[in-house]
């Protein structure tokens, strides 16, 4: 296993802060590239009561993204949307490594649970 240089530990943060996170657990439903982007990937998630699109910088990182559907992982859902590359964005996936340039992996809950189901 590859070592990293450990980045310091972000300033404290009070638990109320952290509860305004809204972090969920989403299932991938489809993967296709942004149209002129060499880096944004659009994926359709599945949260249990609604869907939403959210973009991900990872087209250069996976040589198939398309493997990626039908997995369940964590994803911000209270984000304002953000228009990128002429495509709204409406979360923000949480992977693992990106900050700290590595290549990213997803965070994975440890057994299927229902879509939407809350982290913390």
Same mark, same amino acid.
């Given at each position: 296993?590859? $070592? #990293?240089?450990?980045?310091?530990?972000?300033? $404290?943060?009070?638990?109320?802060? =952290?509860?305004? #996170? /809204?972090?969920?657990? &989403? $299932?991938?439903? =489809?993967?296709?590239?942004?149209?002129?982007? !060499?880096?944004?990937?659009?994926? *359709?998630?599945?949260? %249990?009561?609604?869907?939403? $699109?959210? =973009? @991900?910088?990872?087209?250069? +990182?996976?040589?198939?993204?398309?493997? =990626?559907?039908?997995?369940? *992982?964590?994803? @911000?859902? !209270?984000? +304002?949307?953000?228009?990128?590359? &002429?495509? @709204?964005?409406?979360?923000?996936?949480?992977?693992?490594?990106?900050? /700290? %340039?590595?290549?990213?992996?997803?965070?994975?809950?440890?057994?299927?649970?229902? !879509?939407?189901?809350?982290? &913390?």
């Amino acid at each position: 296993m590859a $070592t #990293i240089k450990v980045a310091p530990v972000k300033p $404290t943060i009070s638990i109320d802060v =952290l509860e305004k #996170i /809204d972090i969920r657990v &989403g $299932t991938i439903k =489809l993967i296709a590239a942004v149209k002129g982007s !060499n880096k944004l990937l659009k994926m *359709t998630v599945d949260f %249990g009561d609604h869907s939403r $699109t959210i =973009l @991900v910088g990872m087209k250069k +990182e996976r040589e198939d993204p398309k493997q =990626l559907e039908g997995m369940q *992982t964590l994803f @911000v859902i !209270n984000l +304002e949307p953000r228009q990128i590359a &002429g495509e @709204v964005s409406e979360g923000m996936l949480l992977d693992i490594g990106y900050a /700290d %340039g590595i290549k990213p992996v997803l965070a994975l809950p440890e057994q299927e649970v229902p !879509n939407g189901t809350r982290a &913390g």
